[in-house]
């Protein structure tokens, strides 16, 4: 009986470690979107300027 509490501690704790894997990849993968949004907005900004120079 302990060796097998001891084994649901080991797969708990497995299972806690793939959760916080997968939580961090989603949050890398909304910064890459957060930065390529900024970067859109930038250069949107950019080029309305030159757009108001042609005219």
Request: charged share 25%.
């Amino acid at each position: 009986m302990f060796k097998s509490s001891n084994c649901d501690k080991e797969v708990r704790e497995l299972s806690k470690q793939s959760y916080s894997k997968r939580q961090s990849k989603r949050q890398r993968r909304t910064k890459i979107i957060v930065y390529v949004m900024i970067i859109l907005m930038l250069l949107s900004t950019f080029t309305y300027g030159l757009a108001a120079f042609a005219f």
